[in-house]
């Protein structure tokens, strides 16, 4: 091949390159769909207001979303013939929620502006607004995510409430988070929200063999816990989604009272209280610390979010911009064919 044709390809390929890598930005709409922030605010003040815990549930999806292929709108997938949803996967079956508010979000955005907002997107700028509207920071969210067409399937791996801080910290550094303010911080969305006893029980009557509630939970709180989650006897499971507060303090708002939970062994999840109570862990500190000022764990999370908003984002002419956040416009296999195909015309033209 001429060195010209090389070069050519090299510039193809690296304008490609920094295409598929270009930065999000804030004002990634500011002319294709100036009001997106405004359509997408005024959805979620509505389902506020016949349900409190939404803007909760909406930041875990984005959560949920970012930790599995990045934010690439993956987890909004339903079941299809090419797709087997993550909303079935373990960590996401009967407890992720708010995807018919999801759905009228894009709908409104693909009225006032087709084909523009993507549902990765959605998730990004509903959460900062569900934080801003609980009573926390808010910021300019970076824009310009690509959906994905591919789901994570039923093996994803998600942080889950049994694990060890060990654990927990790998698999944040495992997705290109780090391990110490970014665990701690973005841990802190658990000011606001529920949890079903499933996700705590297992604290509350034989802890890890001992034969007692878990040591670092609180015994008056671990009596009312106990007292809300009965054992669950002759297989009747319908306990184990039974829900409470993950904040028992200030429930619905956004603050720091989650840090100061945990320095009194209130936190509800084992996951929560091991950031506080695991024996010379690096996160104590930053627990104290945001625990005695609310700004500086404000400010962390801000940080945090945009990290975590940035993981692997599809850009460019990378991925769609899905028409229905539940499914790919166009399946999987016949993208497959046509790039393949691509690079084979591109190959015989060399
Ligand atoms: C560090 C590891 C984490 C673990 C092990 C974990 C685990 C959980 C569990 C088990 C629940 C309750 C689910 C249920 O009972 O249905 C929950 C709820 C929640 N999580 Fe996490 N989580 C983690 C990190 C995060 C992060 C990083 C965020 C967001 C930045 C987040 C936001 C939430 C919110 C807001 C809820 C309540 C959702 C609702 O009420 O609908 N969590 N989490
Ligand atoms: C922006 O959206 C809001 C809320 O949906 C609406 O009230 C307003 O008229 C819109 N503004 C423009 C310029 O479209
Ligand atoms: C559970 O017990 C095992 C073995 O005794 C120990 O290594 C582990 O750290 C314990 N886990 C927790 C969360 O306490
Ligand atoms: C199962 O437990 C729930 C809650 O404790 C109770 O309301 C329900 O009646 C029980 N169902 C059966 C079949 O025993
Ligand atoms: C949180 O509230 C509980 C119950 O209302 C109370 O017992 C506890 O002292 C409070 N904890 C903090 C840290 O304020
Ligand atoms: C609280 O944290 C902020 C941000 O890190 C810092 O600027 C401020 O000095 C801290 N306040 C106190 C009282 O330490």
């Not at 944040?172 to 029980?201: E, K, Y």
Request: hydrophobic share 40%.
């Amino acid at each position: 091949m001429s060195s010209l044709l090389r070069s050519l390809l090299a510039a193809l390929f690296c304008a490609a390159f920094l295409q598929g890598y270009a930065q999000l930005t804030p004002d990634f709409y500011s002319e294709s769909c100036s009001n997106v922030t405004n359509i997408i605010s005024d959805i979620l003040v509505d389902a506020f207001g016949s349900d409190i815990r939404i803007g909760a549930s909406f930041i875990r999806l984005h959560f949920h979303d970012c930790f599995v292929n990045g934010c690439d709108g993956s987890l909004l997938l339903d079941n299809s013939d090419t797709i087997v949803s993550e909303k079935d996967a373990p960590p996401n079956k009967d407890s992720v929620r708010g995807f018919d508010v999801v759905d009228r979000m894009k709908a409104a955005l693909e009225s006032a502006c087709p084909g523009v907002v993507s549902c990765a997107d959605i998730l990004t700028i509903a959460s900062e607004r569900s934080v801003f509207l609980s009573g926390g920071p808010e910021w300019a969210v970076p824009l310009g995510r690509r959906d994905g067409t591919q789901s994570g399937g039923l093996d994803i791996v998600m942080p889950a409430f049994f694990d060890t801080l060990d654990v927990l910290k790998r698999k944040f550094i495992d997705v290109g988070l780090n391990d110490n303010t970014d665990l701690v911080a973005l841990s802190g969305a658990h000011t606001f929200g529920r949890a079903q006893c499933l996700t705590f029980i297992q604290r509350l009557y034989d802890f890890n063999g001992t034969g007692e509630s878990d040591l670092t939970l609180d015994p008056t709180f671990a009596r009312s816990l106990r007292r809300l989650c009965p054992m669950p006897l002759d297989g009747n499971t319908t306990v184990l989604s039974i829900l409470t507060n993950l904040d028992l303090n200030t429930t619905d708002s956004f603050d720091n009272r989650y840090f100061t939970n945990l320095q009194s062994n209130q936190g509800l999840l084992q996951s929560d209280q091991e950031l506080f109570s695991t024996p010379g862990a690096d996160t104590v500190e930053i627990v104290n610390n945001f625990a005695s000022n609310q700004t500086a764990f404000f400010e962390s999370f801000v940080e945090s979010m945009i990290r975590m908003g940035n993981l692997r984002p599809l850009t460019g002419n990378e991925g769609e911009i899905r028409l229905n956040c539940r499914v790919v416009n166009i399946p999987a296999p016949s993208i497959a064919i046509s790039s393949s195909s691509n690079d084979a015309y591109l190959a015989s033209s060399i």
